[in-house]
């Protein structure tokens, strides 16, 4: 079992920037493919961003593209969301999910979870 701890929300005005972070421990962190989701309110959640074991790819939803970036350090097990250009549709529960496979690319493959980090943005 792995445990996500994400930290890093918070409320920011329109156009301001943020930085996700999650700690993983427990099973393995290095070789599998990690996410990021949220889940704004009424809403289900979504996909938002994901990345390889290596670091060498990375996938984003549409929403998000050219604004958000992430990354990992396998060194420090944590996970990161750069979040920029930030907008009120950006308002969530922001998660922290681990894949089965290397790939991060899979939106089904996800299967550990933190307990999530709110970001509400201002207009």
């Known amino acids: 079992q792995v445990q996500l701890v994400e930290s890093g929300g918070g409320l920011v005005q329109a156009g301001g920037s943020l930085r996700l972070s999650c700690a993983a421990s427990?099973?393995?962190?290095?070789?599998?493919?990690m996410g990021w989701f949220r889940q704004a309110p009424g809403k289900e959640r979504e996909f938002v961003a994901g990345i390889n074991w290596s670091s060498t790819s990375t996938y984003y939803a549409d929403s998000v593209k050219g604004r958000f970036t992430i990354s990992r350090d396998s060194a420090k097990n944590t996970l990161y969301l750069q979040m920029n250009s930030l907008k009120p549709e950006d308002t969530a529960v922001y998660y922290c999910?681990?894949?089965?496979?290397?790939?991060?690319?899979?939106?089904?493959?996800?299967?550990?979870w933190g307990q999530g980090t709110q970001v509400t943005v201002s207009s």
């Open positions: 999910a681990r894949s089965t496979d290397s790939s991060g690319a899979r939106t089904n493959s996800f299967r550990d």
């Open positions: 427990g099973r393995t962190f290095a070789f599998a493919g």
